[in-house]
Each structure stands twice: as C-alpha cells, then as structure tokens.
T-cell receptor, first 113, second 111 residues
Framework: DVKVTQSSRYLVKRTGEKVFLECVQDMDHENMFWYRQDPGLGLRLIYFSYDVKMKEKGDIPEGYSVSREKKERFSLILESASTNQTSMYLC????????????FGPGTRLTVT | GQNIDQPTEMTATEGAIVQINCTYQTSGFNGLFWYQQHAGEAPTFLSYNVLDVLEEKGRFSSFLSRSKGYSYLLLKELQMKDSASYLCATNMNTGFQKLVFGTGTRLLVSP
C-alpha cells in the first residue's frame, strides 16, 4: 500500500515563527505536492516537485517555500507564519503517467495565533 | 477550483441514487478523477476517466463526455457513510503531473 505520512496532525504556532511541515512517501513517486484546504475554497496548490531539488510554484506560493533534498521527502516551510496561514495542509504524491492517481497524506491542521 | 464547476452541496436519502455533476475546461484536458473526502480526513481515490465511457465500481459509477467537458459521479443505494465531500479533478496536458481540483460537492445522506 502506498503510504504518505505527515509529521504532525495538529500544530499550533505563533505569528512570526518559522514552521516546517514534513511529508514522506514510500512508493518512490517522482511527483510530490503541497496543498492547503480552506472551507469554500477547496484544495489549492502551493508548490509541487517533479524530481529531487526541483520545484514549481503552484497557485498560491506566496509566504511559502519548499525543499526536496531526497526523493521520498518534501518539506513545506512557512518563513514567518501569519494568521492567514491557519489552514489544513495536505501533502500528496503521484507517479509519472496521466492515469495514475494521487495519494494524500492525513493532513496537518495548522493554527497560527 | 480553476475552471472546474460542481455544486456546493447536495442532500439525499438513504437507499436513493444521487448524481454529482462536474464541468471543466476542455482545453488541454487529459483525464478526470473523482475523490471522496470525509470530514477531517484526506481525499481518497474513487475513479478515473479519460474516454467517453461509464466506469462502474460497485455502487459508484463515473461518466465522462470529453466533447462537452462534463462528468458525473453516480452513487447508488446510498448509505449514511457516503456523507462526504466529492472532489472532481482534471489532469491537464501541461507537461507536469499535477491535478486541478474543483471546490468539491458536500453530500449529506439522511435516514
């Protein structure tokens, strides 16, 4: 079974803190993604990566950065957390091929106070 | 979601049939996925369509019309556990393997 894990289910941080969200997949997938999900807005893509050290901006990259030093791990970084970054963050991975499904991690509920 | 439209919310009764529609932009289209997401959980894969056929998987079926930019998810013999959000997502021919998600349809199944 494909497994995508995220470092925390719940996280509370203060405004201005640097926040790291970690994601690991165990199926040797080339592609990894970070989304945030907010009520009424659906899943919005923040960044994705199609290979080690490669990254592409998604629809809402502002305020975020990412790191992919190893194939199985994709990190999302909030350089200086703000209250409008309070959200559910979902990591996903997918192999190459248009018909291949995307697998999601359990999500991290981040609250910035 | 970007150029993907689906109803925000639907209600149905246990045992009934419900159809959730999704329309999308056809330019660059390269396949459509349906995902189910229970409250507080991650989305899970339901189906994939790339041709104009009806794909059936138990109580769930998905249909695609490429020429019309339209898909639907059909849920039969509804059960309470089917109460969830249903996300439509398209695979676009951009060279990158990324999906574009709709905002989801929240389905509430009542007794």
């Amino acid at each position: 079974d494909v497994k995508v894990t995220q470092s925390s289910r719940y996280l509370v941080k203060r405004t201005g803190e640097k926040v790291f969200l970690e994601c690991v997949q165990d199926m040797d997938h080339e592609n990894m993604f970070w989304y945030r999900q907010d009520p009424g807005l659906g899943l919005r893509l923040i960044y994705f990566s199609y290979d080690v050290k490669m990254k592409e901006k998604g629809d809402i990259p502002e305020g975020y950065s990412v790191s992919r030093e190893k194939k199985e791990r994709f990190s999302l970084i909030l350089e200086s957390a703000s209250t409008n970054q309070t959200s559910m963050y979902l990591c996903a991975s997918r192999s190459q091929g248009a018909s291949h499904e995307q697998y999601f991690g359990p999500g991290t509920r981040l609250t910035v106070t | 979601g970007q150029n993907i439209d689906q109803p925000t919310e639907m209600t149905a009764t246990e045992g009934a049939i419900v159809q959730i529609n999704c329309t999308y932009q056809t330019s660059g289209f390269n396949g459509l996925f349906w995902y189910q997401q229970h409250a507080g959980e991650a989305p899970t894969f339901l189906s994939y369509n790339v041709l104009d056929v009806l794909e059936e998987k138990g109580r769930f079926s998905s249909f695609l019309s490429r020429s019309k930019g339209y898909s639907y998810l059909l849920l039969k013999e509804l059960q309470m556990k089917d109460s969830a959000s249903y996300l439509c997502a398209t695979n676009m021919n951009t060279g990158f393997q990324k999906l574009v998600f709709g905002t989801g349809t929240r389905l509430l199944v009542s007794p």
